[in-house]
């Protein structure tokens, strides 16, 4: 007892010795720095080596604000690889692209604050692989054997032998119209059904054994002029709703798996339902109104809330799941969520995904990332898709589809792109930013790095 007492105090009094050295003014720190000098970072190898790159990677020093890298492919460095001469970086790896295949390369690291530069690295010597031509590109469908693998279509681009027929059936396994399926496209005058594109894009699915997705039943962005105007009673508008959502439940039973029933009912701040025709008609319990009526007129079918910002936006998540649970509560059916990926390079953090989530699986609802695109250049800082910009643009969506992936089989639905080219994308028109390039594939339908990210995510 006396002994572990005297052990204790003796850590103690080291444990303060420690804390006092550790909570000197930075004067001090400096002065520790420069007398013991900023040390040089490690490098333990190269990883992801393939026939025209490799990641080099180093670790962290302390003091360090920032690290320079030299890549040769002479091992005493006289000439250096373009851009790669004391090339300033603040990150603790660096992929390197473009490289001779076979080839023999060498980098090394040094440390760099305000005061001083560290002494290098060790040098790593890399051989670049073999080529023997462009590895064979997996199918998106193929990779992901655990989950569908969306895209939303227009019914014209389904013409057999197109392009994006083609790329569809190699590599979808669902699809989702990208608006011929909403109000205002199937139900344009009051009573007058227009099925001819939503049947167009179920029956390409059927024949093609394709998934299909349904989106969306009440947006307000897609209401119909006769409806948003209309003269009636609230109990009629209300009868007009359930009939829309009856009638399309209807036609399409055992055809589309999945509907978004209400999609963004949620205000961005506050935490308050948007304020709507539909709210404004049927009153603040509309959205658990609408689920019903779904319910009822397909019992199998699977039930969807999809929303945006739901990562990012803690106000809206909260609300957005306390809305499904005061439906859960009133036993209003619901089978799932879907989180608009309509995301940028450097947003989501993991941690934020992995958060809301959790947040899903917690009350057993089954997860759609839905609408996945990544903004490469939400600011405006570029004007050109380049390298460095497509490579953040690739881990993005590496993290998303790691993130996805990960959640327990029960849980997963699809991951769905929004939109197959670039140049075709609606965040083009819809942030008038034409030097976007958010998607997949480019404007020629060329496979992009993200593509790459996406099946690096399943890995
Ligand atoms: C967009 C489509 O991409 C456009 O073509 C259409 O004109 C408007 O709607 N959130 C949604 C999608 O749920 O339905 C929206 O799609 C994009 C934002």
Same mark, same amino acid.
């Given at each position: 007892?006396?002994?572990?007492?005297?052990?204790?105090?003796?850590?103690?009094?080291?444990?303060?010795?420690?804390?006092?050295?550790?909570? %000197?003014?930075?004067?001090?720190?400096?002065?520790?720095?420069?007398?013991?000098?900023?040390?040089?970072?490690?490098?333990?190898?190269?990883?992801?080596?393939?026939?025209?790159?490799?990641?080099?990677?180093?670790?962290?020093?302390?003091?360090?604000?920032?690290?320079?890298?030299?890549?040769?492919?002479?091992?005493?460095?006289?000439?250096?690889?373009?851009? +790669?001469?004391?090339?300033?970086?603040?990150?603790?790896?660096?992929?390197?692209?473009?490289?001779?295949?076979?080839?023999?390369?060498?980098?090394?690291?040094?440390?760099?604050?305000?005061?001083?530069?560290?002494?290098?690295?060790?040098?790593?010597?890399?051989?670049?692989?073999?080529?023997?031509?462009?590895?064979?590109?997996?199918?998106?469908?193929?990779?992901?054997?655990?989950?569908?693998?969306?895209?939303?279509?227009?019914?014209?681009?389904?013409?057999?032998?197109?392009?994006?027929?083609?790329?569809?059936?190699?590599?979808?396994?669902?699809?989702? %119209?990208?608006?011929?399926?909403?109000?205002?496209?199937?139900?344009?005058?009051?009573?007058?059904?227009?099925?001819?594109?939503?049947?167009?894009?179920?029956?390409?699915?059927?024949?093609?054994?394709?998934?299909?997705?349904?989106?969306?039943?009440?947006?307000?962005?897609?209401?119909?002029?006769?409806?948003?105007?209309?003269?009636?009673?609230?109990?009629?508008?209300?009868?007009?709703?359930?009939? +829309?959502?009856?009638?399309?439940?209807?036609? +399409?039973?055992?055809?589309?798996?999945?509907?978004?029933?209400?999609?963004?009912?949620?205000?961005?701040?506050?935490?308050?339902?948007?304020?709507?025709?539909?709210?404004?008609?049927?009153?603040?319990?509309?959205?658990?109104?609408?689920?019903?009526?779904?319910?009822?007129?397909?019992?199998?079918?699977?039930?969807?809330?999809?929303?945006?910002?739901?990562?990012?936006?803690?106000?809206?998540?909260?609300?957005?799941?306390?809305?499904?649970?005061?439906?859960?509560?009133?036993?209003?059916?619901?089978?799932?969520?879907?989180?608009?990926?309509?995301?940028?390079?450097?947003?989501?953090?993991?941690?934020?995904?992995?958060?809301?989530?959790?947040?899903?699986?917690?009350?057993?609802?089954?997860?759609?990332?839905?609408?996945?695109?990544?903004?490469?250049?939400?600011?405006?800082?570029?004007?050109?898709?380049?390298?460095?910009? %497509?490579?953040?643009?690739?881990?993005?969506?590496?993290?998303?589809?790691?993130?996805?992936?990960?959640?327990?089989?029960?849980?997963? +639905?699809?991951?769905?792109?929004?939109?197959?080219?670039?140049?075709?994308?609606?965040?083009?028109?819809?942030?008038?930013?034409?030097?976007?390039?958010?998607?997949?594939?480019?404007?020629?339908?060329?496979?992009?790095?993200?593509?790459?990210?996406?099946?690096?995510?399943?890995?």
């Amino acid at each position: 007892m006396k002994i572990k007492f005297i052990k204790s105090m003796y850590l103690l009094l080291i444990g303060s010795l420690f804390a006092l050295v550790n909570c %000197a003014d930075p004067g001090d720190d400096t002065d520790i720095a420069s007398s013991i000098g900023l040390g040089s970072p490690i490098t333990s190898g190269a990883y992801d080596v393939t026939s025209s790159g490799f990641t080099a990677s180093w670790t962290r020093v302390y003091k360090a604000d920032s690290y320079e890298l030299d890549i040769s492919k002479d091992k005493n460095f006289e000439t250096f690889l373009a851009g +790669y001469q004391a090339k300033s970086l603040t990150t603790f790896n660096e992929e390197v692209y473009g490289l001779d295949e076979t080839t023999d390369y060498f980098f090394r690291v040094r440390a760099v604050n305000s005061e001083e530069t560290s002494s290098n690295s060790g040098v790593i010597q890399v051989t670049t692989l073999a080529g023997g031509g462009p590895e064979p590109v997996k199918a998106l469908k193929d990779a992901a054997t655990t989950f569908f693998v969306g895209m939303s279509v227009k019914a014209d681009q389904l013409t057999s032998g197109s392009k994006y027929d083609e790329i569809l059936k190699r590599e979808f396994s669902s699809i989702t %119209a990208e608006y011929e399926m909403k109000m205002n496209i199937i139900l344009p005058t009051k009573g007058n059904y227009d099925w001819s594109k939503s049947d167009a894009i179920v029956d390409y699915a059927i024949a093609n054994g394709i998934n299909v997705h349904g989106h969306a039943l009440v947006w307000h962005n897609s209401v119909p002029d006769w409806l948003k105007n209309y003269t009636g009673t609230n109990a009629e508008f209300e009868q007009e709703v359930k009939d +829309y959502i009856t009638a399309v439940l209807t036609r +399409y039973k055992g055809k589309v798996t999945s509907w978004d029933v209400v999609n963004e009912a949620i205000n961005d701040a506050g935490g308050t339902l948007r304020q709507t025709v539909f709210s404004e008609k049927m009153g603040d319990n509309y959205v658990a109104k609408c689920f019903q009526f779904a319910r009822e007129a397909d019992p199998d079918v699977l039930l969807f809330y999809n929303d945006y910002s739901v990562t990012t936006n803690d106000t809206k998540q909260t609300a957005i799941f306390k809305l499904i649970d005061d439906m859960k509560t009133n036993n209003v059916p619901i089978d799932g969520i879907g989180f608009q990926m309509h995301i940028q390079y450097n947003s989501p953090s993991v941690n934020q995904m992995e958060t809301a989530v959790n947040k899903a699986l917690d009350r057993g609802l089954k997860l759609h990332f839905s609408e996945l695109d990544v903004r490469a250049n939400p600011n405006k800082d570029i004007t050109t898709l380049t390298e460095e910009r %497509a490579i953040a643009q690739k881990n993005k969506i590496k993290e998303v589809v790691a993130v996805y992936n990960a959640i327990p089989q029960a849980n997963k +639905y699809a991951i769905s792109v929004w939109g197959m080219k670039d140049n075709e994308s609606w965040l083009l028109p819809f942030y008038d930013n034409y030097n976007e390039w958010p998607l997949l594939y480019d404007s020629n339908f060329e496979i992009k790095k993200a593509h790459t990210g996406f099946l690096e995510g399943l890995k």
